[in-house]
């Protein structure tokens, strides 16, 4: 098979594709990976193929420039998921006026733009390479509309809970109830637009694929109705070398301090004050590592003598060694040290993050603390609980034994296969 993969230029976004990206290929399919120019590096550097489409942009810059136009309902980053995603969070939201407004807002003020700089270049270049798979993380929007111009058969690939597919459930519930003349869909008609330029019709699957792949275990997912294929999370954060102090086991027991790397990458900076968590550790028997930036690490008036800081660190090698993890709730970091029996404490403030550290709170292996209440005695009271509490390291272990009997990217590849002959265009059939 040819397979085409297209995330938008966000590192959160196209690393957890890329490990599925290479089962295809050590498979024996051809494989490549779509995204716009200045981020095609990402993708060499995990040694697969990269399709430059498109015009640069900086994915960030447009949230910042696009969202602060919001009215106050639609988004407030401290409570997570803008609408009409946040009834993913808060079903009670589920309204048939807030779901369609929610719509409006984010296809004109973000889907559309952050979609339209690639549209053209993908399309023209599904058509000249003709990919029997496209496989899409669920913002890069572009996909299934080049998907749909070629006839490929595609799907979602998930980097966190899916709180697309949950929010399409819901709308498409309400509408149903609706008298026909108010079936308002803003994302089906944008969507459907750019399906009939290229000769096509709208379906769902141009809103979320085919079928989707979850990475999350089923403790920690979100339920919809859609086909859904779970496949184990395999950590990769690029290129990585590994440091001499972690060729062995620590004498104490290690914390790791991670805040992921995008919101320091964007100059967003953390949302409460890691020089106080710090201080608020200070002396305890442990021994803190603490993956800041070097920016990050030079507005510290004073690192604590059991605080080792580094600017990066492979969490998959770090992971191991740790009795407990505190971050953000990013996907990536939540996944690796669930790879192990890791209690985790969570301080999510943005998107997607105070969602996925529900869930995980409600499995048993987390705390969690939102950002802006990540007090010092908070935090410590926290890690006290987490390295003290027995029950926390075994349903910690309960979730590395889940993930660890999902499919594993390579195992997931024949399925694939059969869903491609399911749903490519017949046109495109082979004998």
């Known amino acids: 098979m040819r397979v085409l993969f297209v995330a938008n230029p966000e590192k959160a976004h196209v690393l ?21 120019p200045w981020f095609t590096d990402v993708i060499t550097q995990a040694g697969l193929t990269a399709v430059p489409v498109g015009r640069d942009y900086d994915l960030w810059e447009l949230l910042r420039r696009q969202m602060h136009t919001l009215p106050d309902w639609s988004y407030r980053p401290e409570f997570g998921l803008p609408a009409p995603y946040d009834v993913a969070h808060d079903p009670e939201r589920a309204t048939w006026a807030h779901l369609t407004e ?8 973000w889907h559309k733009p952050a979609s339209f700089p690639m549209i053209a270049d993908l399309v023209r270049f599904a058509r000249a390479w003709q990919p029997d798979l496209v496989l899409w993380e669920p913002l890069a929007m572009a996909a299934p509309i080049a998907a749909t111009a070629c006839g490929a058969a595609h799907g979602r690939l998930l980097w966190s809970v899916d709180a697309f597919g949950v929010t399409r459930d819901h709308f498409l519930r309400l509408r149903d109830r609706q008298p026909q003349a108010q079936h308002s869909d803003p994302l089906g008609d944008w969507l459907g637009g750019y399906a009939r330029l290229h000769g096509g019709e709208f379906t769902e699957s141009m809103v979320t694929g085919h079928f989707t792949v979850d990475q999350l275990p089923a403790s920690l997912r979100l339920a919809s109705g859609l086909r859904t294929l779970p496949m184990r999370f395999v950590p990769y954060g690029g290129p990585a070398t590994l440091p001499r102090w972690l060729w062995t086991a620590p004498e104490r027991p290690r914390v790791a301090l991670t805040m992921g790397v995008s919101a320091t990458e964007h100059g967003a900076g953390y949302a409460f004050s890691v020089q106080d968590v710090l201080a608020s550790l200070a002396d305890l028997d442990i021994e803190v590592v603490a993956t800041l930036p070097e920016d990050e690490q030079r507005k510290l008036t004073r690192v604590p003598d059991n605080a080792r800081l580094v600017p ?7 992971a191991p060694t740790c009795s407990l993890a505190i971050h953000h709730a990013g996907f990536g970091t939540l996944m690796t040290m669930a790879r192990h029996p890791v209690p985790q404490l969570l301080l999510p403030w943005d998107f997607d993050g105070p969602t996925l550290a529900r869930q995980a709170a409600a499995q048993g292996g987390s705390l969690v603390i939102g950002a802006d209440r990540a007090t010092a005695p908070a935090v410590r009271e926290a890690v006290l609980r987490l390295l003290g509490e027995p029950g926390f ?5 309960a979730l590395r034994d889940e993930l660890c009997a999902l499919p594993t990217p390579n195992e997931l590849v024949p399925q694939l296969e059969r869903l491609t002959e399911e749903f490519r265009s017949p046109a495109r059939r082979t004998p």
Do not use: D, K, S
């Not at 957890?16 to 716009?36: F, I, S």
């Not at 929610?102 to 003020?109: A, K, P, T």
């Not at 390291?393 to 272990?397: D, L, P």
């Open 16 to 36: 957890p594709l890329l490990p599925l990206a290479w089962a295809l290929r050590t498979a024996g399919h051809e494989v490549r990976v779509a995204g716009t």
């Open 102 to 109: 929610g719509y409006e807002q984010i296809v004109r003020l």
């Open 393 to 397: 390291r075994e349903r910690a272990g």
């Open 312 to 318: 990066y660190v492979p969490l998959h090698a770090l």
